[in-house]
């Protein structure tokens, strides 16, 4: 592992505050919506966190990321406003989608969020169809596509990835691989699932397989990629190793074991980027503790801001089917 | 009588079965030691090992290819798309190839295989996961379409189904699934093509299909009430469909509702309005009438779903419109 | 006037609104140089070059996901799937994602692109390159279904199509492409949701979609001879539906046929007929008629297809039917 | 280049036989198609002879291959009976699936032969699902799936190569890479065309690059494929480069340079294998004359076969839509 103190101080201290945004936005989320504040489903990030943020710190605000089941990490990392997700969250008009879509489709395109999207693989093409447009309107922006290890398997996978390095898009596609495909173990259904990244062969495009734990590994990793897409050379596809804390949406049945689960915990990318920090005196304890209360307090503040914002009118619902 | 779920009604059908024919396999996602995504296969992994409750990658047109292949080489499949709304992804291999290859090959190969699925809303599962794509199924020759409402239909017509030697596309509700009901210990089959009059009545006729038959049976007591008598009919399934006791049925009350959870426009009531304009014309007394959903995707929050879709109130109006 | 084909009038069409955005894009397999598998494209690809017509992997999912990720972040396209019979490949893309993202996204982004397809039969092409799947599109809000029946319809349609902001699937069909007709010099559109009354008639309405508008017409010819006048009414778009024409030319000749290539079970046929036994009910003078393909897949050899597929015959026989 | 006296003496001439075969075929066919001697669409295999006949040499009588619109060559190299073939491509009853289908749907179940298939990719998900038949009836069949290069972009390809590999399943994968999808240069959207072997290392499972023109390269590789098939071990992917004589169908446009066409005729399989076994005294020039003659008689034969066999009853499109 690098010495943190090779990397710019700010730098540093973002990858630290977007993986604990994420971390108390979704463990609140997690037991608002277990003590049945809202309706639906939800998927959180819990323990993925380093991935969205070291790859989404590469990216400027007019750049694209396509998203998943799994989606508010992504956009909180891209930077979304607590509120308007919150306010998503609890289908209240305040929210990024005016309350319309909650958890599984939640998008800012103020920030280039394109959006959660609850079909397994689909945020892949439409990436591919942002890099498409960069292309065509000439400008200087880069794509990344996040997605699970079981979307790897899915044909639009393949078809992405060899639309873009035969176009030659700036698109970077980034695995979450965490193993599992909701109640299937992804190992048993797909034969290279450690080295996902290899899969770039078919492509005659680069390929990584990386510590998805580590915020820094992914930060570095992405970088490259990004320059290379804003070089006008192509698609990259990372695959990050990591570790999904709760089961496949909040109230499902986990099928891993119980040992198992402890002993990953054990290896937290934020408990662990804490200790590194520590270690190369970069923070103290008492500031990471003054961290954490900042951004629970933050996260409690757009809970109450859903809470107490408007349900949509029914007729509402009309709306917005088509654009005029 | 015994009172058993949907869910484990259909799993009682598919082992009964499965003891029977050692060629007969279930696979999806999530159907081995998960239980499936609806807790439909449950224990059936345990019951027949790895190989006949098969875990597959998430990939619709590869598993449903697969049961397409195992079909005419000696196999007989259940595949399960958890969700309707995923359909699409498979639909070239359920049109192009299960529903075609008998005919196209002049009857060398049949293609045996159930396609389960589940369809609906009313469970806050926003855009992608509430559609009912029973209307394009049924627009489709060499596809039977089957559509149960009760425990007991479930389970009978799901033995019919796996016993078909035709791919039979099986249409559950995600609020049935969890929907009690009585069914018998001693196995049985219902036929396919035989609708059932779930509530007699002479003033106007309902039919319904799937959830929105427990809607209709509930409009009508309430009509009862007013004086109102409801007759419902259930086809049960759609292609075959048994024209000849909807058009009785027509005959006797002169006034029709048709009632789905689909979209209204381009939904199967439109097969239904329009065999009943044609061929039973003379006895109507009144416009027929459709209930579904309104022409907008099912959005998240109940507020806006309860007014999207099909309530106890827009068929009891459309009941009062037609008796006049 | 000039008389030209459809398939050169579609091509006017792209390239009058190609010229005034150099954000619009054409892409499919075969588009290219060789000129599109319709020989829609035919020269575009001269005159626009390679990134604007574009040549793409037989990757349907992919090519479609890649109009949508434009569509959402600044351009505009044209897809062309080249038989309506590979929609199922990406009938996901267009329904899930398409249709539904400015829905869900609460009018965040909307997906202007048309998605440019040849249906139907007649041409011998069998089972899997002769179906019409316009009934599956027009059941799902978000899309918007065209289906023109002249080269004139068919160059003002695609105009406005391609200014739509809103996915539109477009469906010519392989009979009507090398087909004549006239078409002024200057630049118009038709705008949706204008039925278009192709024969004035007092005795009875035919609608008809598409090339079947033209066996419409030269039945009505047949019939005039025998002393009945019959109207013909072509909707031109499907979604959204003219019905006040429709309902309108209904009340004054109390007699419907609806004519159709698409299978009649199914088949957008039972919308219309719905509509009629719904909004016109009390006009009617006759049982309502429809006229399509049997219930059977489409076959090879014309002695067979001849049979499955609506001929002058079939919709005389039911004119003279509903007259009486 | 390998000597052919190496090779069992019968095995050689049965190579000669089965290129010869599929020469004189699809010479007649494109002939007699072209002099409109038979409707709708046909596509041959003329200058591909060698994979057909070096992969299913490996072949029993009851394994499997799947196969594609171009599918006579590889219908004859498992068997297929002339007669049938002519009568089918006619579309009279005496073919094999009765004049049903035609050139695009060519099958013959009793020799294993699953089916030409209209849909591209699609052949793939099925020879997956008779692989999967085979481990679950426990016999040692093998399947071989034709598939051309531009196949190798559809989705179906990765889901099913994927799925192969996890299950393990005696399925060999072979693809006749002649750089053309339909009116597209495959390299110009597919950046590894010319190893598209290596692509077995997204699936974990070995790959070959080899010369399609060699029948020897052609058989030795894929014996080794079905070798390790049979014994368990599992799929092969295996890229065999070729050239395409004709354009992609009877009466196409070529996008191919004359002068790159004429420079490859001049490396053709059968000739190069007839210079060979002179060359090494295997055979006399009076010989290569009298088999030359022997076929095409076969042919002829056929071709007044199919010319004299019964049309088709109209009604009978009406058979074969759902299996009792
Ligand atoms: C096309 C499609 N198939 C299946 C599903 C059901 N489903 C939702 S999430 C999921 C597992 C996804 O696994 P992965 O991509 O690894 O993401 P993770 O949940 O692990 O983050 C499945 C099968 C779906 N939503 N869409
Ligand atoms: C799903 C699908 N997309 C497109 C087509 C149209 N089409 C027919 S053959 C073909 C090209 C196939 O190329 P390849 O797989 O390399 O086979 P080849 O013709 O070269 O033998 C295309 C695009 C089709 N039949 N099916
Ligand atoms: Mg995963
Ligand atoms: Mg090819």
Redesign the pocket.
């Known amino acids: 592992m690098e010495s943190l103190k090779k990397l710019d101080k700010n730098l540093v201290s973002r990858m630290y505050e977007g993986m604990l945004k994420i971390r108390h936005f979704e463990e609140t989320q997690s037991r608002v919506f277990r003590a049945g504040e809202q309706e639906g489903f939800t998927?959180v990030y819990l323990g993925?966190e380093a991935i969205a943020v070291g790859a989404c710190l590469n990216l400027n605000p007019d750049d694209f990321i396509t998203s998943?089941?799994?989606g508010h990490g992504h956009m909180i990392a891209k930077g979304g406003d607590f509120k308007k997700m919150m306010g998503e969250l609890y289908g209240r008009t305040t929210g990024s989608c005016l309350g319309r879509s909650g958890s599984l489709h939640i998008a800012d395109r103020s920030i280039g969020m394109l959006g959660a999207n609850?079909?397994?693989?689909?945020g892949n093409p439409i990436a591919v169809g942002a890099g498409y447009s960069i292309l065509l309107r000439g400008t200087k922006q880069v794509v990344v596509s996040f997605?699970?290890?079981?979307?790897?398997n899915?044909g639009t996978f393949h078809e992405s990835l060899n639309m873009a390095a035969s176009f030659n898009l700036p698109v970077i596609f980034v695995i979450?691989?965490?193993?599992?495909?909701?109640g299937?173990i992804?190992a048993s259904v797909c034969k290279v699932l450690e080295n996902l990244g290899d899969r770039s062969v078919a492509y005659g495009i680069p390929g990584e397989n990386i510590d998805g734990m580590d915020v820094v590994e992914v930060y570095q990793t992405v970088e490259k990629a990004v320059d290379r897409a804003r070089a006008g050379q192509g698609p990259t596809l990372v695959n990050c190793k990591t570790f999904?804390h709760h089961g496949?949406f909040e109230g499902d049945i986990d099928i891993r074991d119980e040992a198992d689960i402890n002993e990953a915990l054990s290896h937290d990318a934020i408990k662990e980027f804490e200790e590194r920090m520590l270690k190369e005196c970069l923070i103290t304890q008492q500031k990471i503790d003054e961290e954490h209360k900042r951004i629970q307090q933050l996260v409690d503040e757009a809970v109450e801001f859903a809470r107490n914002s408007p349900l949509p009118k029914p007729e509402d619902a009309m709306k917005f089917v088509y654009a005029e | 009588m015994r009172e058993i779920m949907h869910r484990d009604a259909l799993r009682e059908a598919i082992a009964e079965e499965m003891r029977k024919d050692e060629h007969l396999f279930l696979m999806a996602?999530?159907v081995g030691k998960y239980g499936g995504?609806h807790r439909i296969s449950g224990n059936l992994y345990e019951m027949f090992g790895d190989l006949r409750v098969k875990d597959a990658p998430?990939s619709?047109q590869g598993i449903v290819g697969c049961c397409i292949g195992a079909a005419i080489t000696g196999c007989r499949s259940i595949v399960e798309i958890?969700?309707m709304?995923?359909m699409p992804?498979c639909m070239d291999m359920i049109v192009n190839q299960a529903a075609k290859l008998y005919h196209m090959f002049g009857g060398q190969m049949n293609v045996p295989m159930v396609i389960l699925t589940a369809a609906g809303g009313y469970i806050r599962a926003a855009q992608?996961?509430s559609q009912c794509f029973e209307a394009w199924v049924a627009h489709v020759p060499g596809l039977k379409t089957v559509m149960p409402s009760t425990p007991y239909d479930a389970k009978g017509l799901m033995k019919t189904a796996i016993n078909d030697p035709n791919p039979v596309v099986f249409i559950e509700h995600k609020k049935l699934l969890p929907m009690k009901g009585e069914v018998p210990e001693e196995e049985y089959e219902i036929p396919f093509g035989q609708a059932d009059i779930k509530r007699e009545g002479t003033d106007a006729t309902i039919v319904a299909t799937s959830y929105t038959v427990h809607l209709a049976l509930q409009a009508a007591d309430n009509l009862q009430k007013k004086g109102i008598s409801v007759e419902v009919v259930d086809p049960r399934t759609l292609v075959p469909l048994d024209k000849a006791t909807i058009l009785e049925s027509v005959k006797k009350t002169t006034k029709l509702v048709i009632v789905h959870d689909a979209h209204v426009t381009g939904g199967f009531g439109g097969e239904i309005a329009a065999i009943v304009a044609d061929e039973a014309f003379g006895y109507l007394d009144a416009p027929i009438k459709r209930v579904g959903a309104k022409w907008t995707p099912i959005p998240f929050p109940s507020v806006m779903e309860d007014y999207v879709l099909p309530g106890l109130d827009d068929i009891e109006a459309a009941v009062r419109e037609v008796v006049g």
Do not use: K, M
């Open positions: 998927h993925e998943t089941h799994r609850g079909i397994v693989g689909d997605f699970g290890d079981g979307a790897t899915q979450e691989n965490n193993g599992l495909s909701c299937t992804t999904r496949h | 996602y999530d995504e998430i619709e958890p969700f709304d995923f992804l992608q996961h």
